[in-house]
């Protein structure tokens, strides 16, 4: 049985900063997370389309908005601050 994924990268296609939040999903070795991309989904739209790249981490309900760079991000990784 599958299980869903603990994080989530909500992106578009053709997204300059979106490749930069790849980037750093990298640089900081960010655990395997899933890519959702959010240009066909009305709803995700709604509710991303200004915010992307957004990294979500499921297990905890919380997002992290661009810009974060790797220092950022492994420390919200790690149980820092909402970075929303």
């Known amino acids: 049985m599958a299980t869903d994924p603990a994080l989530v990268l909500y992106q578009r296609d053709d997204c300059h900063l979106c490749d930069l939040a790849l980037a750093v999903l ?50 919200w990784l790690a149980g820092g601050s909402s970075g929303s």
């Open 26 to 75: 990298a640089e900081a070795r960010a655990p395997a997370f899933e890519s959702v991309f959010i240009d066909d989904d009305t709803s995700l739209e709604a509710g991303y389309g200004h915010r992307v790249p957004v990294l979500r981490d499921t297990r905890r309900g919380i997002e992290l908005d661009w810009p974060f760079d790797a220092d950022r991000l492994r420390g």
